[in-house]
């Protein structure tokens, strides 16, 4: 599955935030991930508000030092990590 | 002594052994505690905030039936308040949709329920009750609820052939997530291994599938399949290592690294209501017995895989070799691997005609597959 630039993804159900000694993790049926700056930044624009487009364009003036293709690939890279771990929810195009 | 050993990432809760299920192949010891026995409210709560200080993320609550348990909605709540995400794996028995409506609302985040089979016969034969129809009705309710859905197959050689049927269940549910897991031959299971364990040709055919299954469905449902370590080449990293990962707790509250530990000669377990949870972690002796590579033989202590699987399964060592610090007999580069290969000689030689038949579909089974076992079910306990 490939991921729509204009889709908006949301955590499913029973994926949420969490803390675990001052880290901020990502809690999910058998799994935790532990969130850095930059994945932290795109699980919390997975509101099915932001287009996936959005939230790269988002991360690119947050990120500005770093190059824009570099960023863009690894948050569609994330969001595929995070779709395979069925932690998404994709608002269908024009929803 | 070595350096301190990482903290555990899941606390497994067996919050009581009464179940109104009877399977053959219960986890549960063969000596089940009473209800009497059962650590209180108050004492689970405790234990919640000691494994969240210990860096615990996880509460698996499991049995026996969790739901048995008048108290359980305080208890998911403890958990939640203690900042635990929480798992609750049930067989939807005792059940009705305002009781689940409440479990969510009390913070349940992840309901794991668990099916004998696709098939309302074999699934009752295999739980001792009638219990297939309700779990039905209870993936309807899911449906209304925002909480993440596991569906649990246990897989053995009378449902394995019905792979098709359970992922048309799932695929038709909420699930987001279905497992698919081989009985594991400990307590019950090991009782009933001969009536269980399926041949060859079953599991190459149910891999096949799954495969298939899981590149069809990702994206929509996370395919988990676990096959029967009898038929492996290496061991599994039993509980991701011993004192590793993993901190099982059972209902009197007696602290163990596995659900079977048990089983090993000598072992002692050291309680909740006695002694702090970091305490035991760090520093009990059924918490240090197999931890790390002290104590492993050849060829576990020189192989390469021992940081993967860490020797396997110490109880399935006892089990099939008579001795728990031995290398896993199911390895294949293990001493007592034929014990392994004789027992799969057993099953699949005799079998083999029947075996291809099953194979490729359709066919009438083999004797081996029609002979009706005769189980030895799990009791109730007090």
């Known amino acids: 599955m490939s991921i729509e630039l204009n889709s908006r993804p949301r955590l499913a159900p029973g994926v949420r935030l969490g803390d675990n000694n001052q880290q901020r993790v990502l809690l999910m049926p058998e799994r935790a991930l532990r969130l850095n700056g930059p994945s932290l930044e795109i699980v919390e624009r997975c509101d099915g508000r932001h287009t996936v487009q959005q939230i790269i364009s988002e991360l690119q003036q947050l990120y500005s030092k770093a190059e824009p293709s570099k960023v863009e690939q690894d948050i569609l890279g994330y969001l595929a990590l995070l779709q395979k771990e069925r932690a998404l929810d994709f608002e269908p195009v024009g929803a | ?382």
């Open chain 2, 1 to 382: 002594m070595t350096e301190p050993p990482s903290n555990p990432l899941a606390l497994i809760a067996e919050l009581t052994h009464r179940c109104p299920l009877h399977c053959v192949y219960c986890s549960n010891p063969l000596e089940l505690q009473a209800r009497s026995a059962e650590l209180s409210t108050e004492e689970w709560s405790r234990v919640f905030r000691e494994a969240a200080a210990l860096g615990v993320l996880q509460a698996d609550f499991t049995g026996g039936e969790p739901l048995t348990r008048p108290d359980i909605l305080e208890i998911i709540r403890a958990a939640r308040a203690a900042g635990l995400y929480v798992n609750l794996i049930t067989s939807g028995l005792p059940l009705d949709e305002s009781r689940l409506e409440a479990l969510v609302q009390a913070g349940l985040d992840h309901f794991q329920l668990s099916f004998q089979g696709a098939q309302e016969e074999t699934a009752n034969e295999i739980s001792g009750t009638k219990a297939h129809a309700h779990k039905l009705r209870v993936l309807e309710w899911l449906k209304h609820h925002r909480v993440a859905v596991t569906l649990n197959f246990v897989i053995h050689r009378r449902n394995i052939d019905q792979l098709p049927e359970m992922l048309s269940l799932a695929e038709s549910s909420s699930a987001t997530r279905v497992e698919f897991a081989n009985v594991q031959y400990y307590g019950w299971a090991f009782a009933n291994r001969d009536s269980l364990l399926p041949t060859r040709a079953q599991l190459t055919q149910s891999i096949d599938f799954l495969k298939e299954a899981q590149e069809r469905l990702s994206g929509k449902i996370k395919i988990e399949y676990v096959v029967p370590d009898y038929y492996a080449k290496y061991p599994k990293p039993c509980m991701g290592g011993w004192g590793r990962k993993l901190m099982l707790i059972t209902p009197n509250g007696d602290a163990l690294p596995c659900h079977a530990a048990r089983v090993i000669p000598g072992m002692s377990f050291e309680n909740v209501k006695s002694r702090g949870l970091r305490e035991i972690w760090e520093d009990s002796d059924a918490f240090q017995k197999f931890r790390g590579e002290v104590w492993m033989q050849e060829p576990c202590k020189t192989c390469d895989r021992r940081t993967q699987d860490f020797g396997g399964c110490r109880c399935q060592a006892f089990l099939l070799a008579g001795d728990p610090a031995a290398t896993d007999p199911v390895c294949s580069l293990a001493p007592q691997r034929p014990r392994v290969d004789a027992i799969l000689a057993a099953l699949n030689d005799a079998n083999s005609a029947g075996a291809g038949l099953v194979h490729h579909g359709g066919d009438p089974p083999s004797d081996v597959l029609l002979t009706k076992p005769t189980w030895l079910y799990r009791p109730n306990p007090s």
